[in-house]
């Protein structure tokens, strides 16, 4: 077969990097990639937001099978352009992804159907929203209040406000257009939960959701989760907290429940379901949904894979997901997000990094790019985050202590890390 990939991160680079690996795979480009994804795919320069420029090419190399990586394109419709051309696609419609792409729809979606999840409302003008953080600031007492824009904001639109004063600030600045333009004309806050988060991934084919396994992210840019929220400084997988139990509720209580909404609202689910999860004393509830693989999780799902990627993204496709099934490394993943200097606010671009070939010399590794570019035989830095330094091991402290060692092998001055990934696990152990 011959695929496409859409995208230019490290989830992209993960995905292209097991896809090359399947016997399926005759010949794998890349649109736009990056340096790292240029050494196992074919890269051609064609942004993910050019949606005709990406069915054009998809038409002229007579691709089989095209994986939407990122959110933006799917929301914008690119699954519909290629399954209007004919051209097998992974990754749900527009109308599908509206579950990531309007986190009002979701919410709504939950009240309908009796799927757990925060209690909230939803508003497009300040003043009603003042009102209501006043009132319900006294009735969550002392815990924050959450203020979302309802758009895709690169997983930055999320505001935890510690007062009523902070929430307010926060609708004020999201309506006004400043921040996130047309993603913050309208705001959900909801009731901030209370437990530990996880991620969880299910693979659907509009009837049927095959889980896979879950996996833990980072989403502050500080140690100790602290600073402000990133679209994800590292990542590990298992999970301990998401126990067998767990994993079959949430499927039962959330996932399952959401796949025969979509379709009973004439908008079946084809492609990754992403369900950012708190594990409550409750129960699981849903924190919100994304509709592609998350970034940097799915660099670590992708090491744990044993089974050949290819044919279960074309399951899904195909809707032959009923008696589908995967296989998955017991042991432990872990990466590290290496990201620019001045990330999240305004990275710098451009500065050179040297010592990648040691740091994979390290047993376990393999590090993914995920925002890189090549000036002659220089590597440069060309985004916010921009490497993923990911190990495997039989323990998550023996994976950590290959992801750092590989970490301390970079040269790269303009470059920081977390240095604390996996400390939940940690303590579970301990």
């Known amino acids: 077969m011959r695929i496409l990939v859409v995208g230019s991160g490290g989830r992209e680079h993960a995905l ?15 649109a736009p990639g990056n340096a790292g994804i240029a050494d196992v795919a074919i890269c051609v320069d064609i942004g993910q937001e050019d949606l005709p420029a990406l069915v054009g090419l998809a038409q002229r190399e007579k691709i089989d099978f095209v994986v939407v990586g990122p959110e933006a394109p799917l929301v914008a419709g690119l699954a519909d352009r290629f399954a209007a ?23 709504d979606l939950c009240r309908k159907y009796g799927i757990p ?74 009731e901030f939960l209370q437990g530990e988060e996880a991620s969880f991934f299910a693979l659907v084919d ?23 929220n990133t679209g994800g400084m590292g990542a590990y997988s298992p999970a301990p907290c998401v126990t067998p139990q767990i994993a079959e509720r949430v499927m039962d209580e959330i996932v399952r429940p959401t796949v025969r909404a979509m379709a009973a609202e004439g908008a079946p689910y084809r492609g990754v379901l992403f369900a950012g999860l708190m594990l409550t004393p409750g129960g699981p509830k849903l924190i919100e949904y994304n509709c ?31 008696h589908f099934d995967l296989r998955w490394h017991d042991e432990t993943a872990l990466t590290v997000v290496m990201a620019a200097n001045g ?9 050179e990094i040297r010592g990648l070939d040691q740091a994979a010399a390290v ?34 402290a023996e994976a950590r202590r ?12 303009g470059g920081f890390c977390r240095r604390d990934i996996a400390w939940r696990a940690l303590d579970a152990h301990t």
């Open 343 to 351: 990330y999240p606010d305004a990275p710098q671009r451009g500065t």
């Open 363 to 396: 047993e376990g590794v393999t590090i993914f790019h995920a925002g890189t570019r090549r000036d002659g035989a220089r590597l440069l830095a060309n985004g916010g985050r921009v490497l993923n330094v990911t190990a495997m091991a039989a323990t998550v």
């Open 16 to 30: 292209c990097w097991a896809i090359a690996a399947s016997p399926l795979c005759d010949a794998l480009y890349c």
């Open 85 to 107: 051309a004919g051209i097998k696609v992974f990754g749900p419609s527009s109308a599908a992804a509206r579950l990531e792409g309007s986190k009002s729809f979701t919410k």
């Open 206 to 228: 509009g009837a049927h959701a095959l889980p896979l396994v879950a996996a833990q992210d980072h989403k502050r840019v500080g140690d100790g989760d602290t600073g402000p």
């Open 292 to 322: 592609r693989f998350g970034d940097p999780e799915c660099q670590v799902l992708m090491m744990r894979l044993k089974s050949d990627l290819l044919p279960a993204l074309i399951a899904t496709a195909d809707g032959g997901l009923a």
């Open 117 to 190: 999840t925060a209690s909230y409302e939803r508003f497009g003008e300040v003043e009603a929203a003042r009102a209501y953080i006043r009132r319900q600031g006294n009735a969550w007492k002392d815990r924050p209040i959450v203020v979302k824009a309802d758009g895709l904001a690169a997983g930055k639109g999320v505001i935890i406000a510690a007062t009523q004063a902070e929430a307010i600030a926060a609708v004020e600045d999201m309506l006004s257009g400043q921040r996130f333009g047309a993603a913050g004309s309208q705001v959900v806050i909801e």
């Open 402 to 413: 290959r992801a750092y060692a590989a970490v301390d092998r970079i040269d790269w001055p």
